[in-house]
């Protein structure tokens, strides 16, 4: 199974800052791409899927770069609440085939 | 709809051991995932089906692990026989069509 890799952080922001953070896939073949949301000791949940043209949904903005091959997440104006582990999701073929989990990058929002 | 039904929520068992594990997707949806998730390897997917059918093994771990979908509101994860390296927090999610996946609360499993 091809790698898809974050920085696992943590990452260290204040209430109130903008921070963002990447995700790179290694096949290029890759299809579909989602992040989803992990608080401690819970279940994934998605926070969004990542389409070609981007994808904004208030304070959230993902982004394809097809050409390096990475998906980023943007967070504004960075809420306490917004503290979790993020996860991205590539799948690189038909189906589910290929889906593969990033091991997460851990946000911290400091009050 | 409840969402997604684990159970066990917690179970402890000693190496050696059967351990089955149960999901209740939620209704209408017809993919179903088995994932693992520890620390050091993060959230790996085992298995999922299509319309009761395993569609991709090829990240269960090894012959002790199997998974069955009988019909479309049932699966099962089992580990016969059980050993430490096991111990971890194992998922199941469904999704219909194919794109936002629901996931179960999860089982914790621990194997002395």
């Known amino acids: 199974r091809k790698e898809v890799e974050q920085d696992p952080g943590p990452f260290n922001v204040p209430e109130g800052a903008t921070v963002a953070f990447n995700c790179t896939y290694s096949n290029s073949a890759s299809q579909s791409f989602f992040w989803y949301r992990q608080d401690c000791r819970k279940e994934p949940k998605l926070l969004m899927s990542v389409y070609s043209s981007g994808n904004e949904d208030g304070r959230f903005t993902a982004q394809l770069n097809r050409a390096s091959q990475y998906i980023s997440l943007l967070i504004r104006d960075s809420k306490l609440s917004d503290s979790a582990t993020y996860l991205c999701v590539v799948i690189s073929g038909g189906g589910a085939d290929g889906l593969t989990f990033g091991k997460g990058t851990h946000l911290i929002i400091q009050p | 709809d409840a969402g997604v039904i684990q159970s066990p929520r917690h179970e402890v068992t000693e190496m050696g051991q059967e351990v089955t594990l149960r999901c209740k997707p939620i209704?209408?949806?017809?993919?179903l995932f088995w994932y693992r998730q520890t620390m050091m390897r993060g959230l790996e997917l085992l298995i999922y089906f299509n319309n009761n059918v395993p569609i991709d093994d090829s990240g269960m771990p090894e012959d002790r692990f199997s998974a069955k979908m009988p019909n479309a509101s049932f699966s099962t994860l089992k580990i016969q026989p059980s050993e430490p390296r096991d111990s971890a927090v194992y998922f199941c999610a469904s999704s219909f069509p194919l794109g936002e996946q629901f996931f179960g609360p999860g089982t914790r499993l621990t194997v002395l």
């Open positions: 209704s209408g949806h017809d993919y």
